[in-house]
DNA sequence: TGCTTATGTTGGCCGTACCAACATCGACAG
DNA sequence: CTGTCGATGTTGGTACGGCCAACATAAGCA
């Protein structure tokens, strides 16, 4: 993503003091500093594929469709991501023995040793995200974050949680 | 825009955790509110049109060029908006008579009695969003993301700012 | 005068998120 | 056992925001 900038001389003043705005506006700069850092470490790896990796690293083996409802990823674009992925040996899929219909992901050693690689790379750019703040306004900021995501959150597909 | 859910059944904790995954989660929720307002009040208008009908109420007549400089939306992309803008006699474009390649855009009557319908719009959006915090947390969440969006922000139009 | 810059417009690209349709397989009711 | 229903993986398409390239034209300046 060649970086938004989102902004240029300041937005209108009914517009900049808005909480949607200002979100907005740090969700890009968020977002330009994943996809650069992805750029430059990433070997053509994006968002999606991380977010694969680190559910098939931390749940372990899976279907697709269990992976699209517990990442949040459509199952049309898991498919797609997972062709990168298993193209790179980085997972493997299997026919599930009992519903032949099911396919069992799994991660493989050089997708976690790539996992890993790209954990580094997201901490540094939480690291560059959050350089403005101090500890302890990153906790505010955090927890502030936390409560309007959990006390909302429309949460659509809770099957299976 | 059909209300993007985007989580599912929590995220892997190495994301979870994330301030950009935070605020991810929370830009999509904003985006959310916002297009369904829009969606539900605004006749088919979108962000594009509410930034650029504000740009001319609050900074008057510009031409298309500084409009897009100064809302940091791109000229084509202006100029799409504006077509819509002024099908529904928002806004009005007159050449001007000095460089006579230039329009001069002009919000209409009609245009500013929109803006103020969508303000109230966009404000009880902003009620929606922040609903879980207290009034002194919200003035704290948005000290934090001025913080992090001023300190920020790459800038690369700061041409006649 | 000619060269360069700025403007508005058209058309296109990319990434994220969705949705619809389809063939196929399992499960379960009758 | 059969038929129906649901789930799965896949393909293909949509929408939207953001961005870029190219173009014709007008202004400004050398």
Do not use: K
């Not at 009914?14 to 990433?42: C, D, K, N, Y």
């Not at 099911?102 to 493989?108: D, H």
């Not at 974050?145 to 959990?150: A, M, P, Q």
């Amino acid at each position: 993503m060649p970086t938004p900038h989102h902004d240029t001389c300041r937005a209108p003043a009914r517009i900049e003091g808005r909480a949607t705005w200002q979100v907005g506006r740090a969700q890009a700069r968020a977002a330009g500093l994943l996809s650069s850092g992805f750029e430059a470490h990433g070997d053509g790896l994006r968002g999606y594929h991380y977010r694969l990796l680190a559910a098939l690293e931390e749940w372990g083996p899976a279907s697709q469709a269990d992976l699209g409802r517990r990442t949040g990823i459509d199952r049309s674009d898991v498919t797609a991501a997972l062709n990168e992925l298993e193209s790179r040996d980085l997972v493997a899929r299997s026919v599930d023995p009992a519903h032949r219909r099911r396919n069992i992901v799994t991660i493989t050693p050089a997708g976690i040793e790539r996992l890993l690689a790209l954990d580094e790379v997201v901490d540094g750019v939480q690291e560059a995200f959050l350089a403005p703040l101090t500890a302890a306004q990153r906790r505010q900021f955090l927890a502030l974050l936390s409560r309007i995501n959990d006390a909302q959150a429309p949460r659509i597909n809770d099957a299976q949680c």
